[in-house]
Structure formats: C-alpha cells, structure tokens
Nanobody, 128 residues
C-alpha cells in the first residue's frame, strides 16, 4: 500500500506563501503519477495540480495557474507544492495522492477518482 506523510500546512496571510511536502513512505515514485488536491469546507475535493510520470506533463487548475508549482524530487521520493500569492479562497485541506502511471491517464485527467493512494491531508488557512 502506497503511503505518504504530508507536511507544510498552516496559517498564512493573503499574498503569502507556503510549501507543502509529501514524502512517500516505503515506496518509490518512479512508477506513479502524482497529484495535489484540496477540499474546502462544504465542497467537493478538486484537483489542484497533477504531474504525469510518463511524459512529465503538468496540469494546473485555472484557479492556481501562475501561483502554484508542483515538483518531484525523485532522489528523496518527495513531492512539493509551492504556493505563492495565496488567497482566502485557497483555504482548504490539501492532499497528495498517487496512481500507477499508465498510457491511459494524462496529467490533465487530474480527477480525485482516478487516484488510489492518499496522504492524510494538511490544513491550509489563508486569512488576515
């Protein structure tokens, strides 16, 4: 079973930055697509950013383009989400997730239902 340990959430003022980390536990990321998702109170979980292992393609939700950056450190099997220019509407629980990389799934298919293994989530609150 793929497992992750997430960290980096917290309280930040609007316009601030946070970097979320997601460390793989007891497995390598070499064969997995990785995604970051978020779920705000009372809303459905949504895809924030996904990266495809096969071709390295990256997807960002329109709401975070130009502000968030996903990256993978294969040496440490850790995934990061750098979040800049944070807004109050970015407040949510953030989750990392993995799915086995296949030719059928692309980075643009950044839907929670296609990912099988999830981190425990980390709270991000953007407020003054």
């Amino acid at each position: 079973q793929v497992q992750f340990v997430e960290s980096g959430g917290g309280l930040v003022q609007p316009g601030g930055s946070l970097r979320l980390s997601c460390a793989a536990s007891k497995f390598t990321l070499d064969y997995y697509d990785i995604g970051w998702f978020r779920q705000a109170a009372g809303k459905a979980r949504e895809g924030v950013s996904c990266i495809s292992k096969g071709d390295g393609a990256v997807y960002y939700a329109d709401s975070v383009k130009g502000r968030f950056t996903i990256s993978v450190d294969n040496a440490d099997d850790t995934v990061y989400l750098q979040m800049n220019s944070l807004k109050s509407e970015d407040t949510a629980i953030y989750y990392c997730a993995a799915r086995v990389a296949t030719t059928f799934n692309t980075a643009a298919n950044c839907h929670p239902g296609t990912f099988a293994s999830w981190g425990q989530g980390t709270q991000v609150t953007v407020s003054s």
